[in-house]
C-alpha cells in the first residue's frame, strides 16, 4: 500500500481488542453472572501475560524498550499536547505508552484481586473486595483517558488511531514524525 506502513502486528492487536471486550465483558457481567465475569478475568489474565512476552520478544513497535519512556519524557510531551506541538509518533507515543503502562498494571492489579477473593484465605475479607471493585472504577476511568487521548491524537494527526489498530497500517512519516 503506498503511502502506509505496516505497524501493529496481529498479536499486538489481537491482545488490544481481547483486553478491550474482556474488560467490558467482567464490567457488565459483574452483578449479573459470576461465571463469565470470572472467565473475562481469566481472558484477560492469560492476554496480559501474552503481551508481556510479546513486549520483549516481539516485533518492533510492539516492543516495551520502544514506547516506554522516561517520566519527564512523558511530562513534556503532555506539555507540548496542551500547546498543540506533540510530534506524531508511527509507534505509540510517550503519553500513550505511560497510558499501556498504567492501563496493564491496574488491569493486572484487578485481575489479581478479582482471583484473591475466591480463594479460601481471602473470600469475603471487605477491604479486597472494595479494592477489587476500587481498581474496576480506575481502570475504567484510564479507558476514558485512553479514549481521549485517541481521539486527540487520530484529531490533531489527521490520522484513524481506531482504524490502524484494526488494520495494523498507519500513514508513513514525514520530516516532523517520530519514526
Known sequence: MSGLVKVWDPVVRLFHWGLALSFAIAW????????????????????????????????????????????????????DIVVGRESRYLGHNPAGGAMIVALILTMSALALSGWLTQTDQFFGVGWLEDGHRLLAKLLLVLVGLHLAGVALASLRHRENLPLAMITGWKRETGPEDVA
Open 28 to 79: 457488565l457481567s459483574a452483578d449479573h453472572s459470576k461465571a463469565l465475569h470470572h472467565w473475562a478475568g481469566y481472558a484477560a489474565s492469560g492476554l496480559i501475560v501474552m503481551r508481556l512476552v510479546w513486549g520483549l520478544l516481539g516485533t518492533r513497535y510492539a516492543r516495551f524498550s520502544q514506547f516506554i519512556r522516561h517520566p519527564t519524557t512523558v511530562l513534556a510531551y503532555l506539555r
